[in-house]
């Protein structure tokens, strides 16, 4: 007895010194530590390893995802494969039937996103649109206009692959739904048929093929295409399982990161002229910092009472309310779309089809090459001042919640760039007072509902004579019944796309070279200070990043 209470006693003593004792400092030291591994995480640390001069530090708070970084999260059907739950872009959608703990955020946000190496592009669909140059010019600052962002995007598409036939054979699958679909909006409602960034300027009626960042149905994407090189450097290191709780500064200037491993406090030090770059995602990146002494003073008051701000005095906090303000997602409904002609296609994580499995673990070919989406489609909405409000939709392969039969599969309706509605990021409450989207985010100006139940409205009126029928959203609604609908709460609508954005706009929270306001070399490079876009915004937020290469280069010149 005397000798386990003394084990006891000296354990509780080694965890009382543990966490009592100040944070250790490691001894290496950076020339650049950026936070987070998402898609602009890893290509800006890749591109800034670049030269050779230059210590990298490329920090992630998961852990792995694709199988070539350690991913073995998998089904039984790919046991002899090198391939991870991740790399077989079909299994996309059982990440909401099949969670996974290793790639999601659990209790590191309050919304739904993945903290894994590569972050949202590990776990998405992979869908790959070329912004129009419209979304730059009407909605970026000076240095971001389209001319100024055309050598970035010439650079992503010469190091990133993409398609609109996914799988390796070069043929199409589960097209029911994009013959019905072509149908309608062709023949009826007058839309072109086109392919997508082959004509990214044209957003207008306009209809096709979904483009996925994926060539030879693996998924790709900067873990795959940037990642991998950077890892052959010397002077660049990825370092994951690490958790970044706040940048440590003396006044204006960033001088190293605290993080957290396994449990153990520590701090990450810069070098001289060193820079620290956040790439933590629009949630996360506002709440670091927040949590570094830089925001609304009323969440800095709240924060640094909870010990949450270190030993950082008032006296040295930034005060500025734009830290989190504008946050931005896409308002989605959901319509359940049915017909004979339609053949629904339902993706499961464990025992697909036999035909299936061997199609895509032979030739990588089949339904278990793409993400499931048949047809996507836009169409703009101009109101009497002259403004214009973005929509999108598209077609997926398999019903929805009550909708599940073989004939039916769901439309995925939401509002994009020119919308008015904005939140902001909200910390909770203790005791880590985690990052969170508040209640303003989906239609707080009226004007976003009206515009989605027009795009709703204009697609039905060319539905007679297509065979389709919606079934959770009457076919003869009017706009306003329709404003009704997608403004209630339902499974079907106002659903979270969690293409979370534009939370520390560019000349509010950063300025034109993303650093961030009241500092030198503290810098925001993620979908933060992405503008909301005309199209999904993950090849926005990847343009983002090789633009910001340019800036952050040439000021560490």
């Known amino acids: ?77 790919l046991s002899a494969t090198n391939l991870s739950r991740v790399d077989v872009p079909g299994l996309y959608s059982t990440i909401y039937s099949n969670p996974s703990t290793n790639l999601l955020c659990q209790n590191k946000i309050r919304a739904y996103g993945a903290c894994t190496i590569g972050g949202n592009s590990a776990i998405n669909a992979g869908l790959f649109f070329e912004p129009p140059a419209s979304d730059f010019d009407k909605y970026f600052p000076t240095s971001w206009k389209h001319s100024d962002v055309s050598p970035a995007i010439t650079r992503l598409y010469q190091k990133q692959p993409s398609t609109n036939k996914p799988s390796q054979d070069g043929l199409y699958y589960q097209q029911s739904g994009y013959n019905a679909a072509k149908q309608w909006l062709v023949t009826n409602a007058g839309y072109r048929e086109l392919n997508i960034n082959a004509n990214s300027r044209q957003k207008t009626k306009v209809f096709g093929h979904p483009v996925y960042n994926y060539p030879n149905g693996q998924r790709s994407g900067p ?30 200037t960033a001088t190293g990161v605290v993080v957290n491993v396994n449990g153990v406090t520590s701090t990450i030090s810069l070098k001289p002229n060193g820079r620290v ?60 779309m049915t017909s004979p002609s339609i053949q629904a296609y339902n993706y499961v994580y464990e025992n697909p089809p036999a035909a299936d499995q061997n199609l895509y673990l032979t030739k990588k070919s089949g339904n278990y ?35 599940t039969d073989s004939m039916t599969v769901t439309m995925n309706i939401y509002g994009t760039s020119g919308l008015r509605s904005s939140g902001k990021v909200v910390l909770g409450g203790s005791p880590d007072y985690l990052p969170g989207p508040d209640g303003n985010v989906y239609y707080s100006n009226p004007q976003d509902a009206q515009d989605i139940a027009t795009f709703i409205r204009r697609l039905f009126d060319a539905l007679p004579g297509t065979g389709l029928t919606p079934l959770n959203l009457n ?83």
């Not at 873990?223 to 440590?248: D, E």
């Open 475 to 557: 076919q003869t609604s009017t706009v306003a019944q329709i404003v009704s609908y997608i403004t209630s709460w339902t499974p079907y609508t106002r659903g979270q796309v969690n293409h979370w954005s534009s939370s520390c706009r560019i000349g509010a929270c950063v300025d034109r070279n993303t650093t961030v306001i009241g500092m030198k070399n503290l810098h925001v490079v993620d979908a933060s200070i992405v503008a909301p876009l005309t199209v999904n915004p993950q090849m926005g937020v990847m343009i983002a990043a090789e633009r910001a290469w340019d800036l952050i280069n040439a000021l560490m010149v």
């Open 223 to 252: 873990v795959i295409t940037y990642l991998q090189q950077a890892l052959t450097r010397p002077n660049f290191r990825l370092q994951s399982g690490t958790w970044v709780q706040r940048v440590v500064r003396t006044g204006n």
């Open 1 to 77: 007895m005397p000798v386990m209470f003394l084990s006891l006693l000296l354990q509780l003593l080694f965890f009382v010194l543990l966490y009592a004792s100040p944070v250790k400092r490691q001894a290496t030291t950076y020339d650049v530590i950026v936070v987070g591994s998402g898609p602009a995480g890893v290509i800006i640390a890749s591109r800034l390893s670049e030269n050779p001069a230059r210590n990298v530090l490329l920090l992630e708070g998961g852990g792995p995802s694709y199988y070539v970084t350690g991913g073995r999260e998998r089904p039984q059907w």
């Open 369 to 403: 090459a793409f993400a499931g989406g048949s047809c996507s489609f836009w169409d703009t909405i101009t109101h009497a001042d002259g403004t214009v409000a973005g929509v999108q939709g598209g077609l997926g392969n398999a019903g929805y919640q009550a909708y």
């Open 277 to 336: 770059i956040l790439s933590g995602g629009a949630l996360k990146s506002p709440e670091l910092l927040m949590k570094s002494g830089i925001g609304d003073p009323a969440v800095l008051t709240t924060l640094s009472s909870a010990n949450q701000l270190g030993s950082l005095p008032s006296s040295q906090w930034i005060n500025n309310t734009a830290v989190g303000a504008g946050l931005f997602d896409n308002p989605n409904t959901f319509i359940a």
